[in-house]
């Protein structure tokens, strides 16, 4: 049984099988659409998840994971981060200038930047840190006034700004299409914005709709509930800050 809008079959018990499944339908959707790229990461969306609820995806060999608030990552990963080596934590939600320095110390990846201010701001935490993280630019594919991400129309420019005033290293473009829409269009979009701003990544794709995003170009697909089943209630992570 298949809840169609989330993508959430009835998950088997074990961390291991369900990474397995989603792997294979990944690596499916890459050889059946035949196009770049070469390999689709999966970022295991792991947000409102505990600590002892991520651990056997750990143990399965998982390493890439989403999260989308600094507070709760502090909270649950140092110890997980102890106990495994080569983890990667991308923030997949919006990131108010006020939390850069906790999100600069906290993430490896940040996925989220969509205005001036924010990239500003993590150049300054940046230098302060004495390192500097791959980012991606956030696009607002659909327009839509509740979420985050610089218009479609602005993206390019932006993404030279980042480069050339911030000094950021921008690896590529992430975004949310709108619900209740064939997503299609909307990752293709994004996939024409990524080569005409000269980024490698594209960060797209969810439980309902990686393949479609993967036939679109998607390099990074992020999977939440079809990993770790239903989060209790959704925390508003499209939301602006
Ligand atoms: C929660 C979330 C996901 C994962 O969503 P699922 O439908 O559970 O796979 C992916 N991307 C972002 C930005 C999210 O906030």
Redesign the pocket.
């Known amino acids: 049984m298949v809840n169609r809008k989330?993508?959430v079959p009835d998950l088997p018990e074990n961390a291991a099988e369900r990474l397995d499944i989603i792997k294979t339908r990944i690596e499916r959707a890459r050889r059946r659409f035949g196009a770049p790229p070469e390999q689709v990461e999966l970022i295991a969306?792991s947000?409102t998840f505990s600590a002892d609820e991520i651990r056997p995806f750990l143990i399965a060999g998982q390493r890439l994971f989403?999260e989308?608030r600094v507070q709760e990552v502090k909270a649950k990963w140092p110890e997980l981060r102890a106990l495994y080596d080569g983890i990667e934590l991308h923030l997949?939600?919006p990131l108010q200038t006020n939390k850069a320095r906790e999100a600069v110390e906290t993430f490896d990846v940040i996925q989220t930047v969509d205005r001036d201010k924010l990239a500003g701001v993590l150049r300054t935490e940046f230098d302060r840190a004495g390192k500097s993280l791959p980012v991606y630019v956030q696009v607002n594919i659909g327009l839509e006034l509740q979420k985050a991400g610089i218009p479609p129309a602005e993206t390019v420019a932006f993404v030279e700004r980042c480069r050339a005033v911030h000094g950021l290293d921008v690896v590529g473009l992430m975004c949310?299409p709108p619900d209740g829409l064939p997503p299609g269009g909307f990752f293709a979009q994004l996939a024409t914005l990524g080569r005409a701003a000269g980024v490698a990544n594209l960060s797209m794709g969810?439980?309902?709709d990686f393949e479609t995003a993967i036939a679109m170009g998607a390099t990074h697909v992020?999977?939440?509930?079809?990993l770790f089943g239903h989060?209790p209630k959704?925390p508003a992570?499209?939301m602006t800050p």
């Open positions: 989330q993508g969306v947000k989403g989308n997949i939600g949310i969810m439980s309902g992020r999977v939440g509930s079809a989060r959704a992570a499209d």
